[in-house]
């Protein structure tokens, strides 16, 4: 058994900045205002203060507590590193507080505020003052701040003296992962007090309510299965029209062929296609209440996308062939779709690109670095959806594994990264190549009855959102599978 010691306590001392930083935990609620606003201008403003974020909690959105004649919260929390010390720390949050509207002397204790920013932890001390207790005191009771803080845990290289000394501090020899079940745990997630969800579009989207699916736009002249039949704004617009009335919730447009070999268009001419497309399907009527994504690794065009009115950007690279796609999906403030895949779409099916150990583990580790990368960068967990990447620098038999080991790939990824592990996961198999040479299919639109069977497998397996061609048919698959899965 490993002995762990705490600091001495910390009761009061000098205030101001410590010659080493120092990881601490706080806690962010808001329900005043524009919650979520909220949220990012608090990030902003402690970036700014001497505080370095290295790790987002999931976004839940909460019943009130205490006092419950108020609006509903919306609750996090995040991990980071200051050199500021804890009193000097505790002065900057309620400096930030009161700068965004929160009043010193609250008439109501509990009620409502558009921002409370709460230390949980700092380092492995124990801080006891009149104005600051560390631990926070009602972190156990507390399901809306447990939750977000086990998000932050989980990382199979996260043994540092600090995080053990928070499992310490539970007083319970399963540490913070105890305290939590015994409040209820994963149980308490998707009830009506407690919503894990992602912001989008001006709302907050439950994933698990059922299967989204994701319907395939292509502008392109040589995207695999329908290259060319989508260039012109009506044709596109057509198109879309159709898979809105079988039923997708999400429309998603590229403007650049991702095929193996598939020559690269620069950004400008990826827009020259892109644009045109993207302001006639955000203005049609029926597109009210469905989403946009645009499929893109340029940076430049992910900015122009969103202005343009798009809601999501959709990654094959996941950030690795546009070295400011994290900042820049940062700053924008919209979802990120972070795929896997080794190279780029001319060398991704290369020998090398295609050897792994173990083709789940080796997926779920790889796209564990680049989340990290993302949220270094600025991009919250709660803004993240992960893809494994079928048919992306693997082979039939790895596509196969993937599909199949989709549990595999989230028992992986919580190993790493628990908020990174309760993200919404997406898997794109649509008439893929291995599923013609699987059934003997050469043509790509005669292979919708395997497409069928692998999104079956892989709802099944815990997929949130598919991405197809056929809307039709794979919407009444993910029904069944839902179906299935509440029974």
Request: with cysteine; hydrophobic share 40%; charged share 25%.
């Amino acid at each position: 058994a490993t002995r762990l010691y705490l600091s001495h306590p910390y009761h009061g001392g000098s205030v101001g900045v410590l010659s080493g930083e120092q990881e601490t935990v706080i806690a962010l609620g808001s329900n005043v205002g524009d919650r979520l606003r909220n949220f990012d201008d608090a990030l902003e403003r402690m970036k700014k203060s001497g505080i370095r974020i290295t790790g987002h909690g999931c976004l839940y959105e909460t019943a009130p507590a205490y006092v419950t004649d108020q609006p509903h919260f919306l609750n996090s929390a995040i991990r980071g590193t200051t050199k500021l010390d804890p009193l000097r720390l505790l002065d900057v949050l309620k400096g930030i507080e009161r700068d965004m509207g929160r009043c010193s002397g609250e008439a109501i204790r509990y009620g409502p505020r558009p921002i409370d920013l709460d230390i949980l932890f700092y380092g492995n001390q124990i801080v006891s003052t009149e104005i600051l207790t560390i631990p926070h005191e009602r972190i156990w009771e507390r399901p809306f701040v447990l939750g977000p803080l086990v998000d932050l845990l989980g990382r199979d290289d996260d043994r540092s003296d600090a995080v053990e000394s928070w499992h310490l501090l539970s007083g319970k020899s399963g540490g913070i992962f105890e305290a939590w079940e015994e409040l209820g745990g994963a149980s308490l997630v998707g009830t009506a007090g407690m919503k894990r969800v992602l912001p989008v579009a001006n709302k907050l989207w439950d994933w698990s309510d059922k299967t989204s699916i994701m319907g395939i736009l292509n502008v392109t002249t040589d995207s695999f299965s329908d290259g060319g039949e989508f260039l012109t704004v009506d044709s596109a617009v057509s198109r879309v029209l159709s898979m809105v009335t079988e039923g997708a919730d999400i429309v998603d447009i590229g403007a650049q062929s991702t095929r193996p070999m598939a020559p690269l268009l620069s950004p400008q001419q990826e827009l020259v296609r892109l644009i045109p497309v993207l302001e006639a399907v955000r203005n049609l009527p029926e597109m009210k209440g469905k989403l946009i994504s645009v499929d893109t690794f340029y940076s430049e065009v992910a900015s122009e996308a969103v202005k343009c009115g798009a809601d999501i950007i959709n990654d094959v690279s996941a950030g690795k062939m546009d070295r400011d796609m994290h900042n820049v999906i940062a700053a924008l403030k919209v979802p990120y779709v972070a795929m896997h895949m080794r190279g780029n779409p001319t060398t991704m099916q290369s020998k090398a690109n295609l050897n792994y150990d173990d083709v789940c583990k080796d997926v779920a580790n790889e796209l564990a670095t680049q989340f990290r990368d993302a949220e270094i960068s600025g991009i919250p967990a709660w803004r993240m959806i992960i893809d494994p990447g079928i048919g992306f620098s693997k082979n039939t038999e790895q596509n196969l594994d993937i599909i199949g080991g989709l549990p595999t790939i989230r028992s992986e990824m919580r190993g790493k990264s628990l908020a990174m592990s309760h993200a919404p996961l997406l898997v794109g198999p649509s008439r893929k190549r291995f599923l013609g040479e699987i059934c003997s299919r050469a043509v790509a639109a005669e292979r919708d009855a395997a497409t069928v069977a692998s999104v079956v497998t892989g709802v099944l397996g815990g997929a949130n959102i598919v991405r197809v061609h056929n809307v039709r048919d794979n919407l009444d698959a993910a029904k069944f599978c839902d179906a299935l899965l509440q029974r």
